[in-house]
């Protein structure tokens, strides 16, 4: 399993916090990661990527600006705020704005580099944040938001002082960000915990790590067997990122074996329909929901998903209906009666889950299905139609 793309682009901004050449690997052949590298790059960083490695040389002087397009082209680039507050003591990086799942605001990284000692705000579409120093502080987030933990993290390494984070969040991706900071000098206590502990330090150095396996894309393996009612084995995983999502497949009826590196899961007949609630780590990782959906759509009974991480996730819902689901949403709810089978039908890709939750569903649908804009799905999954063709999908790429 290649590496996280949700890890591997806050270990790569992360490499901004060190002079000298930091080595990053497993890295996946995902889109995401040449996009990270053109901000890197633009930030006066040089960056090799050489087969799974990603090779960061960071100057003594780096720019503080983070302009648009680079950051236009890839939300996660707003990672670079906390990096550059932390060693730069400015940033001025462009505002990313909304996408197809919610609004998603700043107001808690902006907050939390607030407690830190920085003046924040918004100009000309930018996120603009100084201090002459930046000072340990106790910070609360109100809800544990994966990037305003990473942000305020990779500040306060290099605050005076003592940070602790309450309600952080608690996803395996920042535990591999910490043990890389750790790697580099930082001290941090608590990551994967709901509250961190950061004691800042002088200077850190370079480091080489390897990303943590994508328990996103494993888990979509996962609700692959589950929806085609087949087989599959994943390794270069752990398997206790994906306690939530086994746990439900397994109510549905599937069969799962834990691996040393990974799992085997099997689904020997149509799956019972079963509820998801998505939520923060450890909870039912809402970047699965469209897999769940996908499950729901064909399971054998009446399924409840609610979602409670991004206000408008459920767009998708509208593309299975036109494959023939018996769904309808309410707010956070979304409910369905599954079919026997789906039909076949052109479709849309909304975002990159969404854009693999529609595979899914194509695979066990009646014809042929059309999914396009499958660029969002290049985004996060490496390899997604050879990986699907190696597990038996018909399922090919065309242009258009
Ligand atoms: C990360 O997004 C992931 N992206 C998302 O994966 C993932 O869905 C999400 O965490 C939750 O697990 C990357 O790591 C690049 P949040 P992030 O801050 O950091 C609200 C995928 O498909 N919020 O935890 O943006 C926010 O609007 C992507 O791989 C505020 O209100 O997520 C959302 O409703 C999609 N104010 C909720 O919190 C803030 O300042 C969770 O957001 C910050 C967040």
């Given at each position: ?7 591997v ?33 633009g ?44 060693r ?27 407690a ?9 579409g ?20 994966v ?19 309450d ?61 085609t ?8 995983i752990?398997?206790?990122h ?24 099997e ?9 998801f ?37 459920f ?6 209906i ?7 949403t ?45 660029g ?5 999954y490496?390899r ?12 090919e790429?065309?242009?258009?």
């Amino acid at each position: 399993m290649a590496g996280a793309k949700n890890s591997v682009l806050k270990l790569m901004a992360a490499a901004l916090l060190a002079e000298g050449t930091t080595v990053i690997t497993n890295c996946p052949a995902i889109l995401d990661v040449p996009l990270m590298a053109d901000v890197l790059i633009g930030l006066g960083c040089s960056v090799e990527l050489t087969g799974d490695r990603a090779t960061i040389t960071t100057p003594a002087e780096l720019s503080h600006e983070a302009d648009f397009p680079a950051v236009g082209r890839l939300r996660a680039s707003v990672c670079v705020l906390g990096p550059l507050m932390g060693r730069c003591h400015r940033a001025r990086v462009a505002l990313p704005g909304g996408d197809a799942i919610g609004s998603r605001p700043l107001d808690m990284h902006q907050s939390g580099l607030r407690a830190l000692g920085a003046t924040m705000s918004i100009e000309h579409g930018m996120v603009v944040g100084q201090a002459d120093q930046l000072r340990g502080a106790q910070i609360g987030l109100d809800f544990p938001s994966v990037g305003a933990t990473e942000n305020i993290l990779m500040a306060a390494v290099l605050a005076q002082g003592t940070t602790v984070i309450d309600n952080a969040a608690r996803e395996p991706e920042i535990i591999d960000l910490a043990a890389m900071l750790g790697q580099m000098g930082a001290k941090i206590v608590g990551a994967g915990s709901a509250t961190i502990t950061i004691e800042g330090v002088e200077a850190l150095h370079p480091t080489e790590h390897r990303t943590v396996g994508d328990r996103v894309v494993g888990g979509t393996w996962a609700f692959a067997a589950g929806v085609t009612r087949g087989s599959v084995v994943v390794h270069g995983i752990d398997a206790r990122h994906l306690a939530a999502p086994l746990e439900r497949l397994l109510q549905a009826g599937a069969a799962v074996d834990v691996l040393d590196d990974g799992f085997a899961i099997e689904m020997p007949r149509r799956p019972r329909a079963v509820d998801f609630i998505t939520m923060p780590y450890p909870g039912f990782p809402t970047d699965l929901q469209p897999m769940a959906l996908a499950l729901a759509a064909v399971a054998d009974g009446h399924s409840l998903i609610t979602e409670n991480v991004f206000e408008a996730r459920f767009r998708f819902v509208d593309e299975l209906i036109r494959m023939g689901a018996d769904a309808r949403t309410d707010g956070h709810h979304a409910s369905l009666r599954g079919r026997a089978n789906l039909s076949s039908a052109p479709v849309w890709s909304t975002d990159i889950r969404a854009g693999a939750g529609l595979v899914l569903a194509g695979l066990v649908a009646e014809g042929i299905t059309e999914v396009h804009e499958v660029g969002h799905i290049d985004r996060g999954y490496p390899r997604f139609v050879e990986d699907l063709q190696s597990l038996g999908a018909q399922i090919e790429r065309v242009a258009g």
